[in-house]
């Protein structure tokens, strides 16, 4: 069951089981900022609008209560659902950083202006992510989120130019 976000939405965490009889809900983070739980007072859950009760750490994830769910029966059927929030409370970057969700769709060229395919995926190796794009032909090309390779990124233009390696 893959779930996207809605235009202009982004995702930031996944809700888990129910814990405990209060309605608190477990939450799977998915964001590289999960300090944000802490300040939402309101979150999309699916396609609903919920206000947010409570928000506490527990080890990775996040304990969260939402107002319109006060008990585990009717909470719980909220378990799978993606958490969003506007893509203007996106948290914000530095130069030269972007969120995955601008990088994969775009396409990608070399410096002569060849298409070489479009990115599907951005993949996280720990020293640097790397881009999996694949080309009109169905090859998988893995390009590295290098300086010297990635040459520009154009997120409003939908395109990204690189040098790659002999």
């Known amino acids: 069951m893959s779930q996207s976000a809605p235009k202009g939405r982004i995702i930031i965490g996944r809700v888990g089981a129910a814990h405990g009889i209060h309605g608190d809900l477990r939450v799977i983070p998915l964001t590289d900022f999960p300090e944000r739980f802490a300040a939402l007072r309101e979150v999309m859950v699916g396609d609903e609008l919920l206000h947010v009760e409570s928000a506490r750490p527990q080890g990775k994830n996040f304990l969260m209560r939402f107002r319109e769910y006060a008990v585990r029966e009717d ?12 893509r203007a409370e996106a948290a914000p970057l530095d130069e030269g950083e972007y969120y995955v969700f601008d990088i994969v769709g775009l396409t990608v060229c070399d410096e002569e202006d060849n298409e070489l395919g479009t990115v599907e995926d951005v993949l996280r190796t720990g020293s640097n992510d790397v881009y999996a794009v694949r080309s009109e032909d169905g090859r998988e090309i893995l390009i590295p989120a290098l300086r010297k390779v990635v040459r520009a990124i154009d997120v409003a233009g939908g395109r990204m130019t690189v040098r790659l390696p002999e």
């Open 75 to 86: 909470a719980q059927k909220l378990t799978g659902r993606l958490l969003t929030v506007a």
